[in-house]
């Protein structure tokens, strides 16, 4: 299934954005932060006959702090958003995974990391819902290598290709179980979430891959700009 991010429509009100989108779609990704919060604007999703998935909240959390204040708090505000929005039955919930301190503290990192895998798994048993865990493009960050999927336990992965772009390792994640993909461009330096064509990753083959899996996963355009979304959709559907 094809699906767009709310991620290009940040500044539109969530019911302005799944307006639009709906022109575009039947499969939407809301990303609950700023005018997109589930928990504050949710209830205009029932309006839409769209499939969701939703990118729980980030900005400022970490699930990974080895302050166990934070990192409680963070899971805290990740369940409160999937309270709001079970009853609209996501696909799928994406979570990121915090970071790491500075390098000393790797280790404690790793700890509160695993703590809140445990938490997360158990929820995703009592909801009878799928959470998955996304890998980052930044060193500092957890999942940027595909060994470290080893610590994700019974929780699904999101493979981001233009953070895998970044980390230099797309062929080595593609290897990998992968239940969920956010597909977006970049010229390998930054995350720019550029159009599909407008960076340096071979899309083509990203998606021969991909299709040569047991069950191609899901994929998510998270474009920057609602501009893009007409070449990158015409892009994916040529080789889909």
């Given at each position: ?6 991620l ?14 709906s ?26 006959d ?13 699930i990974?702090?080895i302050?166990?204040?934070?990192r ?62 996304e ?7 957890f ?12 929780l699904?992965f ?32 930054s995350?720019?979430?550029?159009g599909l ?7 083509k083959?990203?998606?021969e ?25 015409k ?6």
């Amino acid at each position: 299934m094809l699906g767009i991010s709310t991620l290009c429509l940040s500044d539109y009100k969530l019911d302005d954005a799944l307006e639009y989108l709906s022109n575009e779609t039947n499969y939407v990704e809301v990303v609950s932060e700023g005018f997109h919060d589930i928990k504050r604007y949710g209830n205009v999703l029932d309006s839409f006959d769209l499939k969701y998935s939703i990118h729980l909240p980030f900005i400022g959390l970490d699930i990974a702090n080895i302050r166990d204040e934070i990192r409680i708090a963070s899971l805290n505000i990740i369940k409160d958003t999937i309270d709001a929005s079970v009853r609209y039955n996501p696909l799928i919930y994406i979570v990121h995974p915090g970071m790491v301190a500075a390098k000393h503290l790797k280790s404690e990192n790793m700890d509160a990391f695993k703590k809140s895998v445990k938490f997360l798994s158990e929820l995703s048993s009592e909801y009878s819902i799928d959470i998955a865990l996304e890998n980052m493009p930044l060193k500092f960050l957890f999942l940027t290598e595909p060994d470290e999927l080893d610590m994700i336990g019974g929780l699904k992965f999101c493979l981001d290709i233009g953070h895998a772009n970044i980390t230099k390792n797309i062929d080595e994640f593609l290897y990998t179980d992968i239940d969920h993909t956010h597909i977006h461009d970049n010229n390998g330096i930054s995350d720019d979430h550029l159009g599909l064509g407008s960076g340096n990753i071979d899309i083509k083959s990203v998606l021969e891959r991909l299709k040569d899996k047991q069950k191609m996963p899901n994929l998510v355009v998270e474009l920057n700009k609602k501009e893009d979304i007409e070449s990158s959709i015409k892009l994916l559907n040529g080789f889909i």
